[in-house]
């Protein structure tokens, strides 16, 4: 059946990097768009990122562009989010998740579409 598994999360301190991995399995990675999601206490899960099957498109919210990099390797079955420069306001779970390819596109990457999830993984910024 589909999986996906998230780690890679820790606590870090303010300007320092961490890099999560999304491992999936069950289906053919190739064929599926990947996006990376969080959800702080309190607040609704927004999206990070996304990446398309071959990996050649990528898109980022306002808030991680330039900080955070998304890359995928197919024959590895892994999509990975390299976080940069992290602040405290990354601080969340981080959950990857898994739909179609229309629905990683140059518009805001929210929950609709993505049907498949992984457990989480949990980043905390701080000093």
């Known amino acids: 059946q589909v999986q996906l598994v998230e780690s890679g999360g820790g606590l870090v301190q303010p300007g320092g990097s961490l890099r999560l991995s999304c491992a999936a399995s069950g289906f053919t ?11 702080a ?3 609704e899960r927004e999206g990070v ?9 990528t898109h980022y919210t306002d808030s ?3 900080r955070f990099t998304i890359s995928k390797d197919n024959s ?4 990975w ?3 940069n420069s992290l602040k405290a306001e990354d601080t969340a779970v981080y959950y990857c998740a898994l739909a179609y390819p229309q629905y990683c596109s140059g518009a805001n990457i929210n929950t609709d579409g993505y ?3 992984g457990q989480g993984t949990q980043v905390t910024v701080s000093s």
Request: contains cysteine; glycine residues 22%.
């Open 29 to 39: 990675l190739g064929y599926y768009a990947i996006g990376w999601f969080r959800q």
């Open 49 to 57: 990122s996304c990446i398309g099957t071959g990996g050649g498109f």
């Open 64 to 66: 991680v562009q330039g």
């Open 76 to 79: 590895k079955n892994t999509v």
């Open 81 to 83: 989010l390299q976080m």
């Open 115 to 117: 049907n498949y999830w």
């Open 41 to 43: 206490p309190g607040k």
